[in-house]
C-alpha cells in the first residue's frame, strides 16, 4: 500500500527555518516523482517543488524558488523540504504526494497518492 507521511510543522517564527520531511512507504522514490505542495486557510492548495529521485531532477514553482529546497535519501526512501525565511505568509498545512508528471514538470496527471499534512505556522 502507497502511504506518505509529512512531518516536520510547528510555529516558527518570521525569519527562522523548518525541514519538513516525506516519509514513503509501500514503493520506492524511483517509482514517483514526490511533490511538496501547501494550502492555506481559504485558499487554493499551490504546488511548492517537485523531485525525481530517479534522475535527481528537481523543479520549484516560480514564487518558490530562492527560499525553499526540496532533497531526497533514498536510503531512508524519504524527501525532504527545506524552507528558509519563513514568512507569515508561508502559514499553510503542507502536504506531500507521490506523483506521475508530464516528463520535466511538477504537472501531474492521474490519481496521486496524498499523505496527510503538516501545519506549518510562522508568527510576525
Known amino acids: 500500500e502507497v502511504q506518505l507521511q509529512a512531518s516536520g510543522g510547528g510555529l516558527v517564527q518570521a525569519g527562522g527555518s523548518l525541514r519538513l520531511s516525506c516519509a514513503a512507504s509501500g514503493f520506492t522514490l524511483d517509482d514517483y516523482t514526490i511533490g511538496w505542495f501547501r494550502q492555506a486557510t481559504g485558499k487554493e492548495r499551490e504546488g511548492i517543488s517537485c523531485?525525481?529521485?530517479?534522475?535527481?531532477?528537481?523543479y520549484y514553482a516560480d514564487s518558490m524558488k530562492g527560499r525553499f529546497t526540496i532533497s531526497s535519501d533514498n536510503a531512508k526512501n524519504t524527501v525532504y523540504l527545506q524552507m528558509n525565511s519563513l514568512k507569515p505568509e508561508d502559514t499553510a498545512v503542507y502536504y506531500c504526494a507521490a506523483l506521475k508528471v508530464v516528463a520535466g514538470t511538477c504537472h501531474y496527471y492521474g490519481m496521486p497518492y496524498w499523505g496527510k499534512g503538516t501545519q506549518v505556522t510562522v508568527s510576525s
Open positions: 523531485i525525481s529521485s530517479s534522475d535527481g531532477s528537481t
